[in-house]
Each structure stands twice: as C-alpha cells, then as structure tokens.
C-alpha cells in the first residue's frame, strides 16, 4: 500500500515522467556514424507511455505533482540528430555528452530539469 508522504509544510514534491525515448516505433541504440542514428523497430513507444502512467498514477497516489516532459523533449528522442538528442543510445558516440546509456545526455538533462522547475516556481 502506498502511503501519502507528509513534507515539510511549504515543500513541494514532483516525480518528473519520462522523455521522448523512442522516435515512433524505432529506437536507436547504436549512434556511431555522425549524422546517421542506427534505427531499430522494437515498439519501445508503448513502454514508454505505460511507464509514464504508473509514474502519473504513483504521483497521485502520494499526493505529489506529475511533471510530464515527454512533449517538451518531442523530437529529441535517441533518433533526433546528434547535436539534438536528449537521451543517448547504447553504443552510443555522436550524442552531446552523456553519462549513462539510454538517459538524458547533458543537454536532455537540463531540458528536463527546467521543465521540472517551471512547476516548481
């Protein structure tokens, strides 16, 4: 059973959604020639918006803000172009700086952070 969390008076809690993974039905996790992300159908599109409704249903469910990013980071995806893309891919060399596969590269991250932010202001 999920419990309502009981903050700090004035604090504010959000559970950020996913970004844009998949670009339709390909996703591309093998980004190694510049300008041409490797696309593979694997229908990752469903996943994803399963995953942002147990993330909705979840922030509901502990009184918390649901901050959905996925339309922010639209086109931005694994497949985006590589100066572009806010979520690298596995074998991943051409996407902006990134830390962990499948995750927001530095500049997903701060797209993502300044969504989440604008709710908070």
């Given amino acids: ?9 004035n604090a504010k809690i959000i559970v950020v959604g996913l970004p844009e993974i998949s ?3 390909n996703i591309c996790v093998i980004n190694v020639v510049p300008g041409a992300p490797g696309a593979v159908p ?3 599109s469903d ?3 399963r995953v942002r409704t147990n993330q909705r249903d ?11 990013v996925h339309e922010q980071t639209r086109g931005h995806n694994t497949c985006a172009p590589d100066n572009q893309r806010y979520v690298a891919g596995i074998i991943d060399t051409t996407s902006p700086k ?7 590269t530095v500049l997903g991250s ?7 932010a604008a709710v908070l202001r």
Avoid: C, K, N, S
């Fill in 1 to 9: 059973m999920i419990r309502a969390l009981t903050p700090a008076p």
């Fill in 98 to 104: 990134y830390h962990f596969v499948v995750h927001p």
């Fill in 58 to 68: 979840a922030a509901a469910a502990v009184g918390a803000d649901f901050v959905d």
């Fill in 110 to 116: 701060r797209a993502i952070a300044e969504g989440a």
């Fill in 23 to 25: 670009a339709g039905p």
């Fill in 47 to 49: 996943f994803e918006q």
């Fill in 42 to 44: 694997f229908g990752v």
